[in-house]
């Protein structure tokens, strides 16, 4: 006997669904694939990050934006990253304004369930837009943060940073991080 076929949403029925959802799905080719809690780590290091990006990109023409807003990566594929920059105007995907179009810097905290999809699935399908180019991977178990910067040749270069006395450079940006500040969490 064989399975029943699930049937597959169209992008339109995603968006209705998605945005009134108690919890957000990524969209695959008509299929979502529901989003998992995160753990304190995560949420305290993501917080940390989108607060130094924000305080280093005020005054200039660029704003950060957390994982509430989704990012249509192709006509068929919509993901939520965990923060990304966008430069310029946003590049709306409809009147709506919660998908975007253009980001320019995104950012993952990596967990033991999603680092494989982070690293491989989900970066190919950035790569697909034309305004990112750069793409910051961070460790939530220990200070570290892996950046992958697209050259002017459109290849993509990893550079590592590890411990917190080191400074990721967001080239992109022209701006620098502290992995202290990243890491950094407040005496209770």
């Not at 990524?26 to 130094?52: K, Q, S």
């Amino acid at each position: 006997m064989s399975a029943m076929p699930v049937p597959k949403l169209s992008v339109e029925e995603y968006l209705a669904l998605d945005r009134v959802a108690e919890v957000r799905s990524e969209y695959h080719d008509g299929e979502l694939f529901p989003m998992l809690a995160t753990t304190w780590e995560h949420g305290r290091i993501a917080v940390n990050t989108a607060r130094r990006l924000s305080e280093r990109l005020d005054g200039r023409p660029c704003r950060v934006a957390n994982s509430t807003v989704r990012v249509r990566v192709s006509p068929t594929n919509f993901v939520y990253p965990d923060i990304l920059v966008v430069c310029g105007k946003p590049a709306f995907a409809d009147n709506e304004q919660d998908t975007i179009n253009n980001p320019k810097v995104i950012v993952e905290i990596l967990s033991p369930s999603t680092a494989g999809y982070d690293y491989s699935g989900k970066f190919a399908l950035y790569r697909r837009l034309p305004s990112f180019e750069e793409y910051l991977l961070i460790a939530q178990d220990e200070p570290r943060v892996e950046v992958f910067r697209k050259t002017p040749e459109s290849r993509w270069l990893l550079t590592s940073y590890e411990g917190l006395e080191s400074t990721v450079h967001v080239e992109s940006l022209d701006i620098d991080l502290p992995l202290a500040e990243i890491y950094f969490e407040a005496a209770p």
